[in-house]
């Protein structure tokens, strides 16, 4: 079974290489339902796992000069703040039972792989669209705004679920801060790789670390990164999201179906 976990973990890190994001919302299910990890420690591995790979997936773009710092500066500050809120302050307040519907408990556990699911389902649906090109707006003062609100948004799904939230950072770049798609994508990654190394090492102290384990994920993950980085040389992003995008989905609604049926 573990040698599906390392072809998944390959592949979340092409899909980071390729499409700069996405990738990393395939992290927690498969740390959950291959690995067999509870759902509050695989959220606590996914930071690392995505943030060292988008770490090794960014150097390739600052090297063609696809980083924009600045634009990175304003999205990531207000995602790294509250993403540090959210692991440190928020995620330990929810109790391990959170309610009772008739004889159905929804643990913690269940909860946060719930509210995984429908992010999936949200991301999905944003890769499938046809319209994915995203037009920058006009006016950029009150778009600097938006984009740090929209990051703050971000960082607390990121605190929360582990999820680099790249299918969010792309858009809000291109069309609130007029950032190209190819920038866009290794600003992505930059800020991905903030934010999930930040909310890692921020509440790693709440649970006992597999560092073995966690670097041979993290290990295969990055190579995977390094393949995607590759083919998107060779390969458009935008031509295998759709597809991309179908898979996510039909993985939400596994992941619903599992949690409240089975």
């Not at 770490?55 to 390739?60: E, N, R, T």
């Not at 037009?135 to 938006?146: F, H």
């Amino acid at each position: 079974m573990e040698i599906f976990g390392y072809i998944a973990s390959v592949l979340i890190g092409i899909s980071l290489g390729l499409i700069g994001g996405g990738g990393s919302i395939l992290t927690v299910p498969v740390l959950v339902y291959i690995f067999g990890l509870d759902a509050f420690l695989a959220t606590e591995y996914s930071l690392f796992i995505v943030g060292i790979s988008s770490v090794v997936g960014s150097v390739s773009y600052f090297k063609k000069g696809l980083v924009n710092f600045k634009t990175a500066f304003i999205f990531g500050i207000p995602s790294i703040i509250s993403i540090f809120l959210t692991r440190r302050y928020i995620l330990p307040l929810i109790p391990d039972h959170v309610f009772t519907v008739d004889n159905f408990v929804v643990t913690k556990d269940i909860l946060l792989l719930l509210i995984f699911a429908g992010l999936m389902m949200l991301a999905s649906y944003k890769m499938i669209r046809k319209n994915t090109e995203y037009q920058p707006e006009t006016d950029r003062g009150n778009n600097i705004i938006l984009a740090a609100g929209e990051g703050s948004i971000v960082g607390i799904l990121t605190g929360l679920l582990g999820a680099g939230g790249g299918f969010l950072i792309i858009p809000a770049l291109v069309s609130l801060l007029k950032t190209p798609m190819k920038v866009a994508i290794g600003t992505s990654l930059v800020i991905i790789s903030f934010n999930s190394l930040i909310g890692f090492f921020s509440s790693m102290h709440n649970v006992v670390i597999d560092w073995k384990f966690l670097t041979i994920i993290s290990l295969i993950a990055v190579i995977g990164i390094i393949i995607g980085s590759r083919m998107s040389k060779k390969i458009e992003g935008k031509k295998l999201r759709p597809a991309f995008g179908w898979f996510i989905l039909v993985m939400g609604i596994y992941i619903i179906i599992k949690e409240i049926f089975f």
